[in-house]
């Protein structure tokens, strides 16, 4: 941490400063120049708040410099995290597409949909059987009937299965028929439960929260990965802004800022970042040539018919048309999409 004081700071001043940073179990350096001295603290303290220091005489800054997270940090593992799933690598060189409804609602539709993902190369089968809703009196999902017809679909068709999971008491259930959890945005920062899922032996993907910080983000990474899970992938799905135009303000920004700060792989989810179907191309291509390792987007046999989310599901000759468009992008950025 480093603390720059005011130019009119006194000596005494100082020595105050210099006091309470070992009383807090700092080791200072001081430097002191022609108008203004600089305090630098060293010691790893992760519930320190800074403004304990903003608010004393003398005071004009401090900045933190090391990040409070820190297993899922790019500083404690340089390389890239690659997470083989029964095969299907992300984090690597392919950029892993996961395709499917917002929630499964029939036999008949999970199944159509499956056939048609997979004939176009996605690698995941996605869909919900556990819906979270911001009305109680919208459709809630299939449960556990819509987890069976999703595995068997997905089996099917040679496809891995990517669903929510809504709570603690959900985990050994979902885990039965998942390959990967899916953590909502709305669950971002419910850390008993993050605490729970560190203890899953299967992979986490972890949806950003609606007005959820890149570091509240990596904190929430950080209670699943302490907790022992080693594999969580983040994914980017939109944040809450000013902007009314789309459903989500889709940050992009945020695929190279985690690139930078974590060596987790990330996916980007275009249709609830931006919530407008003939904007998810678009919004899909950008986060390819932004770096994203995954992509994650919803498609319908029968858009207009949907329970949940109809607006922002492609058609599936949409999603063809999504894949073709990717791949060009992936290969002029050195990578593939199957
Ligand atoms: C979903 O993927 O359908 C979903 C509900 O996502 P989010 O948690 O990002 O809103
Ligand atoms: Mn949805």
């Given at each position: 941490m480093v603390v720059v004081l005011e130019q009119h700071a006194t000596e005494q001043d100082v020595e105050r400063i210099i006091k309470v940073l070992h009383d807090f179990g700092f080791d200072v350096h001081r430097s002191t120049g022609v108008n203004q001295t600089v305090l630098g603290a060293i010691g790893v303290k992760p519930?320190?708040?800074t403004r304990q220091l903003e608010l004393?005489?003398?005071?004009a800054h401090v900045y933190r410099?090391?990040?409070?997270?820190?297993?899922?940090?790019r500083s404690f593992k340089p390389e890239n995290s690659v997470f083989d799933i029964k095969g299907v690598k992300i984090g690597g060189k392919e950029i892993v597409v996961m395709a499917g409804p917002c929630a499964v609602e029939s036999e008949e539709q999970i199944f159509a949909i499956a056939e048609q993902v997979a004939k176009h190369g996605a690698k995941f089968l996605r869909g919900g059987g556990f819906k979270p809703r911001?009305?109680?009196?919208?459709f809630q999902g299939m449960g556990e009937e819509g987890l069976k017809l999703m595995r068997s679909a997905a089996d099917k068709f040679g496809l891995l299965v990517i669903t929510e999971v809504m709570d603690s008491n959900q985990i050994d259930l979902v885990e039965k028929y998942a390959d990967v959890l899916q953590i909502g945005a709305r669950n971002m920062q419910n850390f008993n439960f993050l605490k729970e899922l560190g203890k899953s032996s299967k992979p986490v993907m972890l949806k950003r929260g609606l007005s959820a910080t890149i570091e509240e983000w990596l904190m929430s990474a950080e209670y699943v990965l302490s907790g022992g899970n080693k594999q969580v992938i983040l994914c980017e799905r939109g944040i809450r802004t000013f902007?009314?135009?789309?459903?989500?303000?889709?940050?992009?920004?945020?695929i190279p800022v985690i690139h930078a700060k974590s060596h987790l792989p990330i996916v980007a989810d275009p249709?609830?970042?931006?919530?407008?179907r003939d904007k998810v191309i678009p919004m899909a291509r950008a986060a390819v040539a932004a770096g994203a390792d995954g992509i994650m987007v919803e498609v319908h046999n029968d858009p207009d018919h949907a329970k949940s989310d109809g607006a922002q599901s492609l058609f599936p000759d949409q999603f063809d048309e999504l894949m073709k468009q990717i791949r060009i992008i992936a290969e002029a950025i050195g990578r593939n999409v199957s």
């Open positions: 519930d320190f708040d004393l005489p003398g005071v410099v090391t990040e409070p997270f820190k297993l899922a940090s911001t009305s109680p009196y919208s902007e009314t135009a789309t459903r989500n303000t889709m940050d992009i920004s945020a249709s609830h970042g931006i919530g407008i």
